[in-house]
């Protein structure tokens, strides 16, 4: 079997944007990261996506 030398190493992305992401928020007060999780869920270019998501699990929990 031939190994794939790939050019996008999506693993080591994550890892990196989670290390970003602890060094911003790693001295942050609760109420701070909540804020900065505000923050970034608005500027997010997912955010019409998540907040469909959150709708839809919102109304299926209702149901029950």
């Not at 992305?13 to 290390?19: G, L």
């Amino acid at each position: 079997m031939e190994t794939i030398k790939k050019d996008f190493d999506c693993v080591k992305m994550k890892n990196d944007i989670q290390a970003k992401i602890y060094a911003d928020t790693k001295d942050m007060s609760f109420e701070e990261y909540k804020a900065y999780l505000a923050l970034r869920l608005k500027k997010s270019p997912f955010r019409d996506r998540i907040t469909r998501q959150k709708a839809r699990h919102f109304s299926a929990a209702q149901a029950w």
